[in-house]
T-cell receptor, first 114, second 113 residues
Framework: AQKVTQAQTEISVVEKEDVTLDCVYE???????LFWYKQPPSGELVFLIR??????QNEISGRYSWNFQKSTSSFNFTITASQVVDSAVYFC???????????FGTGTRLLVSP | GAGVSQSPSNKVTEKGKDVELRCDPI?????LYWYRQSLGQGLEFLIY????????KSGLPSDRFSAERTGGSVSTLTIQRTQQEDSAVYLC???????????FGSGTRLTVV
């Protein structure tokens, strides 16, 4: 069965600090997709990244970076030099190949204070 | 449209009444999804449409829940005889054929009193 665990319920940092959000997943499939979504206070889920199981390259997009390690079934998300606008709930999600639905973790609330 | 549009944005209903929630996906998106976000359960998958058919409705919590999609576009999620545990934010998402990640709407916040 698919499962996504985000053990950090809430993280508080001060602006300009780096922060890493952890995501651990479980799946029996060899082909699967991993996602991160951001949910700001407005409520809309914003797509950040999609990664397939065959691509273990880490990715960097501006201040955001993702570390995918199949050996530890983890797909962690790092925000460098955090900003107040990064305050949101961040969800990690998993989908197995052939299935269209996403299984979400419980989310990590990030609070960035000035 | 430019994004996924859901209506109403907020709905308060009395226990036992029926409600209809509407989703307008992004034009050209063939796949449409409904999710529910509640405090105790996180984000739960409800149903997935490809065109007008629903190959996966495994997440619908009971037979009080149903959904349809017409013209490969607008979808309606209907909850009959609402219960207090149905209170949640109902999120709709759409995607192109293939699976590249969804675009979500802002959701409908349903409160059953």
């Amino acid at each position: 069965a698919q499962k996504v665990t985000q053990a950090q319920t809430e993280i508080s940092v001060v602006e300009k600090e780096d922060v890493t959000l952890d995501c651990v997943y479980e799946t029996r499939d060899t082909t699967y997709y991993l996602f991160w979504y951001k949910q700001p206070p407005s409520g809309e889920l914003v797509f950040l990244i999609r990664r397939n199981s065959f691509d273990e390259q880490n990715e960097i997009s501006g201040r955001y970076s993702w570390n995918f390690q199949k050996s530890t079934s983890s797909f962690n998300f790092t925000i460098t030099a955090s900003q107040v606008v990064d305050s949101a709930v961040y969800f990690c999600a998993l989908s197995e190949a052939g299935f269209q639905k996403l299984v979400f973790g419980t989310g990590t609330r990030l609070l960035v204070s000035p | 449209g430019a994004g996924v549009s859901q209506s109403p944005s907020n709905k308060v209903t009395e226990k036992g009444k029926d409600v209809e929630l509407r989703c307008d996906p992004i034009s050209g998106h063939t796949a449409l999804y409904w999710y529910r976000q509640s405090l105790g359960q996180g984000l739960e998958f409800l149903i997935y449409f490809q065109g007008n058919s629903a190959p996966d409705k495994s997440g619908l919590p009971s037979d009080r829940f149903s959904a349809e999609r017409t013209g490969g576009s607008v979808s309606t999620l209907t909850i009959q005889r609402t219960q207090q545990e149905d209170s949640a934010v109902y999120l709709c998402a759409s995607s192109l054929e293939g699976f590249y990640g969804y675009t979500f709407g802002s959701g409908t916040r349903l409160t059953v009193v």
